[in-house]
């Protein structure tokens, strides 16, 4: 056996918060496996739309199919008996048997009844009773039973709308649940989970958030509601009538946001969790965060810093490290390069000396080797006089 599960969620158009949904059936219960799928499902799928309905989640509208006669077969014995108003409104032969049982004209009155259910109970705000009135004249007035008249349906109505919100108690044993007639299996499964859909959502019980019961679908994905894995935090919550996301509340902070993408810390203490999202640095064991327990929510970087405070903020300390680091590089580079000047001064002023004093020294060196010859000169001569 092969099972094939379709996923739904991206196929349907989703513009906003409320889903309009239209339900295409008949009142006939002699088709055959057709008409108890049908019913099946309407009793499957009952509860579930009337909570849809009274919380405004969901538009529901019924609609009956029906055919017309043939202008030139109104007058036949098969348009009589299968259509009403001169062959406008016509419906099959439930058992496709024009000689016995019920004809396609009863099951077009009897459509006619459920519209006229739905009209009125949605006129009146109470759209859900039509689920009641189909449920229970399903039940009250078959086919088989030869029940399938006017009269019942005339009984069902009055037993739903004529006498207050919870009926008339007619079938023993009935369970009533929040004053409404619960219709549906009398095993204990069934009923706690009757009695669980009178909870409002996130108040159940334990008892109704067992396996048992209900399918927890926070276990895979979060329910696809926001998760912060740093904190382990999920926004998922389950309930009896499946997940909500609902942004949490950690150690007495409230987070705030959808419950879906995006949930933050807020109120008093939210600088304790994560740092309230914000962003934060750690200099010289001195710690400064853009997140302020004097605000709710949001992240400012503090004064004299600029940034989206929560990835960044860029202020005066750095500035200042940077800065004071540049200016010791330009300090001890014109340091190294006043000594170095200095040192070539020193070098080029003693060359300039020393030539200086050579050139002296040229000057007055000749004048000793002339008075030597002179002196010599003398001598000379005296020795020979």
């Known amino acids: ?26 009142s006939n219960d002699e088709c055959g496996p057709k008409c108890d799928m049908q019913m099946d499902f309407v ?10 309905e009274q919380k405004g989640y969901t538009q529901f509208t019924p609609h009956y199919i029906t055919w017309y006669c043939p202008e030139a077969f109104v007058v036949s014995k098969q348009c009589k008996s299968q259509c009403i108003n001169h062959g406008r409104y016509c419906a099959p032969d439930p058992e496709q048997d024009f000689s016995k049982g019920y004809d396609g004209k009863d099951v077009v009155v009897q459509n006619l009844h459920q519209v006229c259910v739905f009209k009125v109970a949605n ?29 019942c349906a005339t009984q069902v109505i009055k037993s739903l709308i004529g006498h207050g919100k919870r009926g008339d108690v007619t079938i023993l044993p009935t369970l009533v649940v929040n004053n409404r007639q619960y219709r549906g299996k009398l095993d204990k499964g069934a ?47 389950d309930t009896f009538r499946g997940r909500v996301c609902e942004c949490p509340i950690v150690k007495g902070v409230k987070f705030a946001g959808d419950g879906y993408t995006n949930c933050e810390a807020s109120g008093i203490g939210r600088c304790e969790i994560n740092n309230g999202g914000c962003w934060k640095d750690t200099k010289d064991g001195k710690t400064i965060s853009a997140c302020s327990h004097e605000e709710s929510k949001g992240c400012k970087c503090p004064v004299g810093f600029t940034g989206d405070g929560v990835k960044s903020c860029e202020g005066k300390q750095a500035a200042s490290s940077v800065g004071w680091s540049f200016m010791w590089v330009i300090f001890f580079g014109l340091v190294f390069a006043g000594v170095g000047a200095y040192a070539v001064y020193k070098y080029r002023l003693r060359s300039y000396m020393d030539s200086e ?10 004048l000793d080797s002339q008075e030597g010859a002179n002196q010599q000169h003398v001598a000379h001569a005296g020795d020979d006089i």
Not at 43 to 52: D, E, I, N, W, Y
Not at 123 to 133: I, M, Q, T
Not at 136 to 144: G, L, V
């Open 43 to 52: 009793k499957s799928f009952r509860g579930t739309a009337q909570v849809l």
């Open 1 to 26: 056996m092969v099972s094939v599960l379709l996923d739904w969620r991206e196929s349907l158009p989703h513009p906003d918060e409320r889903v309009e949904y239209e339900f295409w059936t008949n």
């Open 191 to 237: 009923v706690l989970k009757a009695i669980c859909s009178g909870f409002e959502e996130t108040t159940e019980p334990a008892i109704c958030l067992s396996d048992d019961v209900q399918t927890n679908e926070c276990l895979e994905n979060h329910g696809g509601c926001w998760f912060d894995k740093a904190n382990n935090v999920t926004a998922c919550k």
């Open 123 to 151: 006129d009146s705000g109470k759209p859900w009773l039509w689920w009641d009135y189909v449920h229970d004249f399903a039940i009250r007035c078959p086919m088989k039973e030869k029940k399938y008249t006017h009269e």
């Open 357 to 366: 004093i050579r050139a002296i020294m040229a000057q007055y060196m000749p």
